[in-house]
């Protein structure tokens, strides 16, 4: 039913693409312009360079889940819709939607991918498995004066850095088939139905209040399906008879059962946001209560029968356990501060988060194999971007065409106020032992060839865990003269490093990307 | 006899003290001709008017166009042209008069502006109008003379842009709305001359939402410039893609906007603070130039670098040499051709720092009806050539929508951060 309406809006697509010429406007505008219509379509392929790894059948330990080096290729959508009911002097009431579908072809061509999956997970990657999937964002939004009402589901951004979400705390992310800097935040991140206020104030610093409630609905935390490109490895011993799930798909499965239920009023989230200028600075300061996207406090005594169950006698069920992972509520606040210095003429942007009682679990040395008991934290974290505009010699002349390089150099530090050394902070880059964690990201941007070709570097490194990642890629913008108007095509490569490394190992870390190393095709209209 | 002597005195004193009471008075708004110039030109276009220029016939009107102007016509292969080459006609020169409340600004304000020794103007925000009806010789007078020109206080245009490589007549495309605002200097609009409450002191505001290319469609910008002429510009972008406001980097503005020929101090062949300059007047250059008909009739096919059917009529410029104060900027210097009636600059030319001839730009006006009824010259298309590179340009305000001049709706709340955030 699913593919047929991912079909259904497939062709809807393709015949507005036929039926309007799409030669002078990068929007499409129905009902004498009352309804935009946005969107766009894309094939997205990974071809992994790991010729050794064990999920492939050249490696060992009886893991192997792969046929084709091809381990991702998806193929989907998104459109978004503008319509104005009313536009006058007095008032603005609009209506806003995005939707997204996709199509993961990858357990087509390559039937050892699937049939390693869970059923109930092969059912939702590869194509939208329920309502909420389909819905990216559907508001409506009503402008009157000073005040700005949106109401309905709602991707809310309150950072300002690339990749890191130092103070956007508002919407989980969904990193099934995607990542922040490589995806749009439509993509990787989550709408919330909820009710979002603006007041512009004539306040000094032109204040602008915002306020947020969600009465009660939850989304969790999606991480990337166990033996996808973008999960961890497939972790389902052949000689474990009858496991329907791999390892790291049971624990999975399990958060989802124990959180929340989608509405209820105990889910409540609730917050807001000051934006000002002030001496030359474009500020903002937040706070923030909701419950947890993903759990990070657990029934100790329940959850070691559920993952030692997993390696032992017949096919545990689920029902035959409590809950083991809770959703506990906190609060953060934050903020963010932008603004341009004429020395080394620089934008620099800060921000930063200090989360309140944030749960944590307890383990034996900070292990999440010994855990024991748990926590609440303080965590303080800051974030510090400089970004520049670069005249590289002849570069930026020749291959360039008089295009500057842009170039953003962002470190990240957080630290545990009240650290323990057995809290279990491995999901957050911490090293065992330590209280604070450090990354450091750079982002490169150069267009070429009167914009053409764009070449973009993204890469972080966390040295306290020697972890990195290098990401260059050349994109390819087709001339809009031509038969191919509106089509992008990106060749690039995915490098990751440092997974293997013993701070990794003695955390337990997950080293999921260390084995992706992958080249990147991807094709896109955008209209 | 002592009474009529007395009479006379009298008479003579009252005239001098009206004289110098209202000097403003005595002035009248430029125009490109003397009456026995424009006799002269009258008589060429007996010849020459209604005639269709291409290369054939291009050489005998080179003296009235620049020489890669005149290069592209004769060479028409190299810079994309269609099978029938590229081509032009010539129309007869007409005067373009100015709005009533530009003209009256003009003559309320004529001699208060208070000119700096390094070229800024001290009381500027409390000015409007033509400040210098009569510049004489003094290029820094024309070119406050252009900086004072407010295209109708708010004025909105959709900006069809593409950027043409010719060498294989393809071409990418950008198309962008522009909302321009001045928050002082104002002409038609009320309030005039300045809007109320702008204790930041902004002098003009450009907002502008992206439609093409398509990776930032519904991304917008704003950018403020300040009365003080010493302060850099603030912008601000909302990129939609990652839905971020990012206070932008304003101070490199030799920077080129993405894929095209232009830098940021490019836009409307000038748009940076006035006083970055020297300027030197360099005497007069009689040009064809597009002042009356824009795109309107025009003929163009993709990755064509010039516009077919465009009509030309001869104008008396003013040519004013730019040279950058920064030693290290990206252009040797430009030259501006300035159209005496309406301080546009019609034509650059620009070289680079080894005093290469690099970039050519001209711009078509068309006195447009305004919101309020009156008629104002404004700026509707642009060519861009890079001889250097061959590579071309165009931006066309008349090809989605026509402009709005003194649009408004065009208002002070558009120059917000509140306002980028808005659902497009």
Known sequence: MVRSLFCTLTLVMLALFLAIPATSHAEIDLMDGKLILSGFVKSTNYYRLNGYDREFKTGTGGLDNHKSHWDFSNFSAYIEGLYTIKDDQESTIRIFGGFKAWYMATPDYDSEVGDSMYSKDRRGYRAPDEFDDLVSELYLDYINGPWQVRTGKQIVIWGQLDMSRVADVVNPLDLRWGVPGIDTWEEVKQGLWMIRTFYQSQLPGNLLFEFILNPGYFASFKLPYEGTHWGSESFKYKNIANRENGFFSWMQNKWFKDEPQTWDLDNYEIGGRVQGYTWNIDWTFLIWNALQDAPGNVNVTEAVAFNGDYFMGPQPKYSDYDTVYRYKRYTTIGGTAQTFTNFLNTVWRLEWFYENDSPVCLGLGGNTSNLYDNDRADILGIALQGNWNIEIPWVTRVIGTGKQASLNFTYFRETVLNYDKDMCLVDRNYRQGKDNAESYSLFFMQQMFNASWTLVFIGNYYPQLHKWMAVPSFTYVFADSGHFSGLRADLGAKFYGGGKHKYNRENMVSNAYAQKRSLILRLRYEF | ?424
């Open chain 2, 1 to 424: 006899m002592k009474t009529n002597a007395f009479k006379t005195l009298a008479v003579c004193i009252c005239t001098a003290a009206i004289f110098m009471a209202t000097p403003a008075a005595a002035q009248e708004m430029q125009k490109a001709y003397t009456d026995a110039e424009l006799a002269k030109v009258r008589e060429w276009e007996k010849t020459w008017a209604g005639k269709k220029i291409d290369k054939t016939n291009v050489d005998q009107v080179a003296q009235f166009m620049s020489e890669p102007f005149v290069e592209i016509i004769k060479d028409p292969v190299k810079w994309g042209a269609p099978p029938e080459g590229y081509f032009f006609t010539i129309r007869p020169y007409e005067f373009i008069p100015e709005t009533p409340g530009f003209i009256a600004a003009s003559k309320a304000n004529a001699g208060k502006a208070k000119l700096a020794a390094d070229g800024s103007i001290e009381n500027l925000a409390e000015l409007a109008g033509r400040l210098f009806m009569d510049p004489g010789e003094d290029a820094m007078k024309m070119a406050w003379n252009f900086e004072m020109q407010n295209r109708g206080d708010a004025y909105s245009y959709r900006k069809y842009s593409p950027n043409v490589n010719p060498k294989n007549m393809s071409e990418r495309l950008a198309d962008q709305q522009y909302h321009e605002l001045y928050f002082v200097n104002r002409t038609e609009l009320d309030p005039k001359p300045i809007l109320p409450k702008n204790k930041k002191g902004y002098r003009r505001g450009m907002f502008l939402h992206m439609y093409m290319p398509a990776e930032f469609i519904n991304t917008r910008m704003y950018t403020l410039r300040y009365i003080d002429q010493k302060k850099e510009d603030d912008s601000y972008l909302w990129y939609s893609q990652f839905r971020r406001i990012r206070r932008m980097n304003t101070s490199q503005r030799t920077d080129a906007i993405d894929g095209t020929d232009l830098i940021y101090d490019d836009e409307y062949l000038w748009d940076g603070q006035l006083t970055r300059n020297t300027y030197t007047y360099k005497g007069k250059k009689e040009l064809l130039t597009d002042r009356h008909d824009g795109l309107a009739l025009t003929t163009r096919v993709a990755g064509q670098g010039f516009t077919n059917n465009m009509s030309f009529e001869r104008c008396n410029l003013l040519v004013v040499e730019a040279v950058n104060k920064d030693p290290n900027y990206l252009y040797g210097k430009r030259v501006w051709y300035l159209d005496p009636e309406t301080y546009y600059i019609m034509t650059t030319d620009i070289y680079d720092q080894q005093g290469r001839y690099w970039k050519m730009f001209f711009n078509s006006t068309l006195p447009m009806r305004s919101e309020i009824g009156t008629m104002k010259p404004v700026i509707v298309s642009t060519h861009f050539y890079d001889v250097q590179r061959t590579h071309s340009g165009l931006a066309s305000s008349q090809a989605v929508n026509p402009p709005i001049v003194s649009d408004t709706s065009v208002s002070a709340d558009m120059f917000t951060t509140s306002y980028l955030q808005k659902t497009y």
